[in-house]
């Protein structure tokens, strides 16, 4: 009972404060974001000096109570108008190009803050690219490794749990990780899949299986729907909000 009133509370909340943004101080604003200084040591070079810019765009149109909101790196944000796409607002486009699931932690207080109706996870590749970074990139950079494939579900895990913790009243989706055409990346990709189906039982989110949706015979992401075997062309965006369309219509 206790805790269906603090739910049906925080809802009353966020009716009662929706388009509210705009009323914070600079200072309460600020507190909702990551300091200039605060990047992930997962962070290649590149996203070190990427990230900050990123946070500071979204401090300048912070989120309103009650949207939907999505959650990623270069994937997500490169898709840009969400709202267009899906033909349904608001849809917040909280990608951040490069970012790690470390990184996401970080960035969590605006989240959980405005209480979205929604939110939307896409996270994990570039935390396996930096695992072999020596193996297909080391053109990027990264000046820390992550740990473990391991390491990356138990960070996609927390996410999910501190949102839902946070802000009991926001459905919580995670979708698997897209297929690459980088055969170093298949086993890792399979295995991070893998934790987030089998964590879905904890009740912190729900599964949305992009893997499945994305994936060929050979274990690739379908050719036809990318433009450099780890980012989505416009086909490929088409697929995903085809996928996907039914469970936003029904928010």
Do not use: C
């Amino acid at each position: 009972m206790t805790k269906l009133f603090s739910v049906l509370f925080l809802m009353v909340l966020s009716i009662n404060t929706f388009g509210q943004s705009s009323q914070l101080s600079t200072k309460e604003l600020t507190r909702l974001f990551p300091t200039k200084k605060v990047v992930s040591r997962y962070h290649n070079n590149w996203t070190q000096n990427y990230y900050p810019k990123r946070i500071q765009a979204f401090k300048k149109e912070p989120l309103e109570f009650g949207e939907i909101v999505f959650i990623g790196n270069s994937i997500t944000e490169g898709g840009l108008d969400w709202s267009g796409k899906f033909g349904k607002a608001p849809i917040r486009n909280r990608g951040i190009a490069g970012d790690v699931t470390d990184g996401v932690l970080k960035r969590l207080n605006e989240i959980t803050y405005f209480k979205p109706k929604a939110v939307f996870i896409l996270i994990g590749i570039n935390d396996l690219f930096s695992l072999h970074h020596e193996e297909g990139n080391p053109d990027l950079n990264y000046d820390k490794v992550v740990p473990s494939p391991e390491y990356i579900g138990k960070n996609i895990l927390k996410i999910a749990k501190i949102i839902h913790r946070k802000s009991p009243v926001t459905k919580v989706y995670v979708r698997t990780l897209l297929p690459t055409r980088r055969e170093y990346l298949k086993e890792d990709i399979l295995l991070v899949n893998k934790m987030i189906r089998k964590n879905e039982v904890k009740g912190y989110y729900e599964v949305i299986d992009f893997y499945d949706q994305f994936v060929d015979t050979n274990g690739e992401l379908i050719k036809e729907l990318t433009k450099d075997g780890v980012h989505l062309n416009d086909k490929g965006y088409e697929t995903w909000v085809n996928f996907e369309k039914p469970i936003i219509e029904g928010l």
